[in-house]
């Protein structure tokens, strides 16, 4: 199990924007992608964006498509997760998680390996 630890999280009104950031700790993996989902209670970890170790290749859920910008630092193992036009629906905890890079990038949550904690980030209208 590798140690993540997402930040960044609050209270924020419609239409504001957060950044969330996520460290992780001795990977085992030389090379590892990232992506961050998020959960409501009683409905199943959704998918959210996913960026692999070059930084380039990137994928998005629609809903965060032109309004989320997911970005990464290696030197300092750091995933952020950048959210403008924040609306009531983005309301859920964010969870940051990784995988080989050589996997790819996957929007199904149990295809990933390694979870954070979860940061809550709450939307109000």
């Known amino acids: 199990q590798v140690p993540l630890v997402e930040s960044g999280g609050g209270l924020v009104q419609a239409g504001g924007s957060l950044k969330l950031s996520c460290v992780v700790s001795?990977?085992?993996?030389?090379?590892?992608?990232m992506g961050w989902f998020r959960q409501v209670p009683g409905k199943e970890r959704e998918f959210v964006a996913a960026l692999r170790w070059n930084g380039i290749t990137s994928r998005y859920s629609d809903s965060a498509q032109g309004r989320f910008i997911i970005s990464r630092d290696n030197p300092t193992n750091t995933l952020y997760l950048q959210m403008n036009s924040l609306k009531s629906e983005d309301t859920a905890v964010y969870y940051c998680?990784?995988?080989?890079?050589?996997?790819?990038?996957?929007?199904?949550?149990?295809?990933?390996?390694?979870w954070g904690p979860g940061t809550q980030v709450t939307v109000s209208s």
């Open positions: 001795g990977h085992s993996n030389s090379t590892y992608a």
């Open positions: 998680t990784t995988r080989p890079d050589r996997w790819g990038l996957s929007s199904t949550w149990k295809l990933w390996n390694d």
